[in-house]
């Protein structure tokens, strides 16, 4: 029987710095920096800790500290791209530490050398950029030092060399770590520590964006990280009147919202059953009679939209106006305002069965819980108006669709699926069930609502967020986390909008915007 049981050889704790931790400090800054002026004073370390305790981060194990990360904020004008590491510590005193500034200035990051190999720099480049995000600043900034260099300073220029270790082809026992750790390099500085033999007094200018940063840090009002958006699978049901069809509507707008939800969205011609109405007459001109409901539906459901607090994604319907024949959506804010978005893509059946024309113009629309795009379902299986969507930051793209066999659900589901991972965005999708006999060309009906998200780790395992029960009148309500998808944009697994080449390739929108 063993009777004394080994201990674990590290014991590692994350936590800010005290001023009794100060003999480890200098026992490692002795180390670390010996050719460029070793450690500082027991006076400049309560200089920190006396204008930022808690910007000073380290680890221990065991109780001694071994590696540690130093910071103050700055008012990143004040300096500029040409400052020396002296200016912005004002030579140890630390008094150009500003609480109201932007900019977290990365002063140091030291790790003892019996502790290299250990992530022990990645424990603290994440603990400062979660503080940068806490403390709702712009963006971490630190000159860095290129200790590397001196051994290529005579055949590359620093320009180049960064570039060489930015493509794996040198390491730098600074630099590729930074860009390791999502730093870019800003510019080049010269003078920034004369003392620095090694990096031949040059450094590097690095920065690292807070994708969370708020410009206006406001009580309220302030656009929303978490979404919640309700999807209608709308059954397509006989009714007698324009009032019954709009009796539904408010229904599932007082149901929807009920649940504070900020979006609620209805399926492609969600009121074709009024065109039961008319079957006495051609597909054409039954059709055009529905599009004189349009006017009165639209504005009646941007009243919900204000009574209810709720943005709602109209569908779509049809509109006629001046002899030609559209397919429109309109997003109903809840602050009283209204755009719309037409369907692009007019199918086959669409043109041949009732003359439909195809529009012209693709908008990014502003909201409160978001920036939005619409495409009305075929549309969706055009890659270019996603991304050109994309392009403008949009963090939900919502398709009301309409199809009548599940082959055809089939291509929007999953061009929309492609959509959202391609665009780095969310995907909602929602149609109509059950028959509708008497009405032509829109006689079935097949849905399976659901939405999408990128495929990431921070997302739902097979990308897709939730789906309704398919052919079922039902609602569909999600919460849609659009803090994820700016981490992604910058530090996902991989960056399908960042790293397009731009250099051979582009999409450009033809038409000039009205």
Same mark, same amino acid.
């Given at each position: 029987?063993?009777?004394?049981?080994?201990?674990?050889?590290?014991?590692?704790?994350?936590?800010?710095?005290?001023?009794?931790?100060?003999?480890?400090?200098?026992?490692?800054?002795?180390?670390?920096?010996?050719?460029?002026?070793? %450690?500082?004073?027991?006076?400049?370390?309560?200089?920190?800790?006396?204008?930022? /305790?808690?910007?000073?981060?380290?680890?221990?194990?065991?109780?001694?500290?071994?590696?540690?990360?130093?910071?103050?904020?700055?008012?990143?004008?004040?300096?500029?791209?040409?400052?020396?590491?002296?200016?912005?510590?004002?030579?140890?005193?630390?008094? $150009?530490?500003?609480?109201?500034?932007?900019?977290?200035?990365?002063?140091?990051?030291?790790?003892?050398?019996?502790? /290299?190999?250990? /992530?022990?720099? /990645?424990?603290?480049?994440?603990?400062?950029?979660?503080?940068?995000?806490?403390?709702?600043?712009? %963006?971490?900034? *630190?000159?860095?030092?290129?200790?590397?260099? *001196?051994?290529?300073?005579?055949?590359?220029?620093?320009?180049?060399?960064?570039?060489?270790?930015?493509?794996?082809?040198?390491?730098?026992?600074?630099?590729s770590f930074q860009l390791a750790n999502e730093f870019h390099v800003r510019k080049v500085m010269t003078r920034y520590m004369p003392d620095d033999k090694a990096s031949k007094a040059y450094a590097t200018l690095l920065e690292w964006i807070n994708v969370y940063y708020e410009e206006e840090d406001k009580a309220f009002g302030r656009r929303k990280s978490l979404v919640r958006a309700g999807l209608v699978q709308w059954q397509m049901r006989r009714v007698r009147s324009v009032e019954d069809l709009l009796q539904q509507v408010e229904f599932f707008v007082d149901t929807v919202s009920s649940y504070n939800a900020d979006f609620v969205m209805f399926p492609e011609f969600f009121n074709a059953p009024l065109m039961a109405l008319f079957n006495e007459v051609n597909a054409p001109d039954a059709v055009r009679l529905l599009s004189d409901f349009t006017e009165r539906i639209r504005d009646e459901m941007l009243n919900m939209a204000v009574s209810y607090n709720i943005n709602i994604i109209c569908g779509s319907m049809p509109m006629y106006n001046d002899g030609e024949l559209y397919n429109?959506?309109?997003? %109903?804010?809840?602050?009283?305002?209204?755009?719309?978005?037409?369907?692009?893509?007019?199918?086959?059946?669409?043109? @041949?069965?009732?003359?439909?024309?195809?529009?012209?113009?693709?908008?990014?629309?502003?909201?409160? *819980?978001?920036?939005?795009?619409?495409?009305?379902?075929?549309?969706?299986?055009?890659?270019?108006?996603?991304?050109?969507?994309?392009?403008?930051?949009?963090?939900? &793209?919502?398709?009301?669709?309409?199809?009548? $066999?599940?082959?055809?659900?089939?291509?929007?589901?999953?061009? *929309?699926?492609?959509?959202?991972?391609?665009?780095?965005?969310?995907?909602?999708? $929602?149609?109509?069930?059950?028959?509708?006999?008497?009405?032509?060309?829109?006689?079935?009906?097949? @849905?399976?609502? %659901?939405?999408?998200?990128?495929?990431?780790? @921070?997302?739902?395992?097979?990308?897709?967020?939730?789906?309704?029960?398919?052919?079922?009148?039902?609602?569909?309500?999600?919460? &849609?986390?659009?803090?994820?998808?700016?981490?992604?944009?910058?530090?996902?697994?991989?960056?399908?909008?960042?790293?397009?080449?731009?250099?051979?390739?582009?999409?450009?929108?033809?038409?000039?915007?009205?």
């Open positions: 029987m063993v009777e004394n049981h080994q201990e674990l050889e590290h014991r590692l704790k994350l936590r800010t710095i005290k001023l009794s931790d100060y003999d480890d400090i200098k026992e490692i800054m002795n180390m670390v920096y010996a050719k460029v002026g070793g %450690a500082w004073t027991k006076k400049e370390l309560t200089n920190l800790l006396k204008v930022f /305790r808690e910007g000073q981060i380290c680890i221990e194990d065991r109780g001694k500290l071994v590696a540690a990360a130093l910071s103050i904020i700055v008012d990143y004008s004040d300096f500029g791209d040409q400052h020396t590491y002296d200016q912005i510590t004002n030579y140890g005193k630390f008094d $150009t530490h500003d609480p109201e500034g932007d900019t977290l200035y990365g002063t140091d990051v030291f790790v003892h050398p019996d502790y /290299r190999g250990m /992530r022990l720099g /990645r424990r603290l480049y994440d603990a400062r950029k979660e503080l940068c995000e806490n403390l709702n600043l712009r %963006a971490i900034i *630190a000159g860095g030092r290129i200790p590397g260099y *001196a051994n290529y300073h005579k055949k590359l220029t620093p320009k180049q060399y960064i570039e060489k270790v930015r493509k794996k082809e040198i390491y730098d026992p600074v630099l429109v959506s309109f997003l %109903a804010r809840r602050d009283g305002t209204m755009d719309m978005q037409y369907k692009l893509h007019i199918t086959p059946d669409e043109f @041949s069965f009732w003359g439909m024309q195809g529009g012209d113009q693709l908008s990014v629309f502003e909201t409160d *819980a978001g920036r939005i795009g619409i495409l009305i379902c075929y549309d969706v299986e055009f890659p270019e108006l996603s991304r050109i969507l994309a392009e403008q930051n949009m963090d939900i &793209l919502f398709v009301p669709f309409w199809t009548d $066999t599940k082959n055809a659900y089939l291509r929007v589901r999953r061009c *929309a699926q492609a959509r959202a991972i391609e665009n780095e965005c969310y995907v909602a999708i $929602t149609g109509s069930v059950g028959n509708l006999p008497r009405v032509e060309n829109m006689d079935i009906q097949y @849905s399976q609502s %659901a939405v999408f998200s990128p495929s990431d780790f @921070s997302f739902p395992h097979d990308a897709v967020v939730a789906e309704a029960t398919p052919n079922t009148e039902t609602t569909l309500i999600v919460d &849609l986390d659009l803090d994820l998808l700016k981490k992604l944009r910058t530090q996902g697994s991989v960056r399908n909008l960042q790293q397009r080449r731009l250099d051979l390739y582009s999409i450009k929108w033809k038409l000039l915007r009205k």
